[in-house]
């Protein structure tokens, strides 16, 4: 999918943004179109604060121009518009695949609303047939942690797998928190809420990258134009 139809989800949401917003930046390739539109936005007089995913989002927040601040300062924001790896038809959501799913997880809990911007590539029937699921863990642990990991997915009747982030390449991929990801492929998830509370009764798990009944609204865009899908529609 093309930069420019990203650029366009990215502008649709920028046309939400009203001065004296707080507002969470997303992380990935689509955030980034954004946030740069944010920026210019910035430039020209509006009076935004915003609130960044991951330490690469901040680094480009900072050099648009955007005034940051966090979430010790302002406990909620207006709006988070972020990037997604797979969305199914009820706007729940896989992300995880720039590693940000924890901080990206955290702001938008914080946010009133969120938003979601995307190619139509990202559009899926159900969550996990096409995409592994990010799930961050503690280095502590990690054998434990994935051997569990791996129970569910073996238990889930697709053949799964788990694959340490960055292992094959020899250097583990961190997080900006210090934690490692580990990929797991499920196959499709029919009970996503299930699955998100076994993972999370696993000790060394610290978040994944389910994102349930958070997002109401997506622009997605398809070369024709963008779409605008609500939750619930
Ligand atoms: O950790 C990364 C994030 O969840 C991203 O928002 C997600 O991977 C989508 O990124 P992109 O817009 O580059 O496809």
Redesign the pocket.
């Known amino acids: 999918m093309s930069e420019a139809l990203k650029r366009e989800a990215a502008g649709r949401a920028v046309a939400e943004i009203r001065s004296g917003m707080k507002v969470g930046l ?6 980034r179109h954004f946030v740069d539109l944010l920026g210019e936005k910035v430039r020209a007089g509006m009076d935004i604060v915003g609130v960044p995913t991951s330490e690469a989002t901040a680094s480009q927040a900072r050099e648009c121009g955007i005034p940051l601040s966090d979430l010790d300062t302002l406990a909620r924001l207006d709006v988070t518009v ?4 797979e969305i199914d038809g009820d706007l729940n959501l896989i ?7 924890l901080r ?1 997880k955290i702001v938008a809990a914080a946010s009133d609303a969120m938003i979601v911007i ?1 190619d139509d590539t990202k559009v899926v029937e159900a969550l996990g047939g096409r995409f592994p699921l990010p799930v961050e863990v503690n280095r502590f642990g990690l054998g434990a942690t994935r051997a569990l990991v791996q129970r569910l997915v073996d238990g889930h009747g697709t053949d799964g797998w788990v694959k340490l982030r960055g292992e094959e390449a020899g250097t583990p991929f961190e997080t900006d928190g210090g934690h490692l990801i580990l990929d797991a492929f499920f196959g499709r998830i029919s009970q996503p809420e299930a699955l998100s509370n076994e993972l999370l009764n696993i000790p060394g798990v610290v978040q994944h990258g389910l994102f349930l009944n958070m997002c109401r609204k997506a622009y997605v865009a398809t070369p024709n134009g963008v779409e605008t899908l609500l939750k619930g529609n």
Do not use: I, N, P
């Open positions: 997303g992380t990935g390739s689509t955030a972020d990037g997604a790896d992300k995880g695949a720039g590693g940000a799913l990206e995307a």
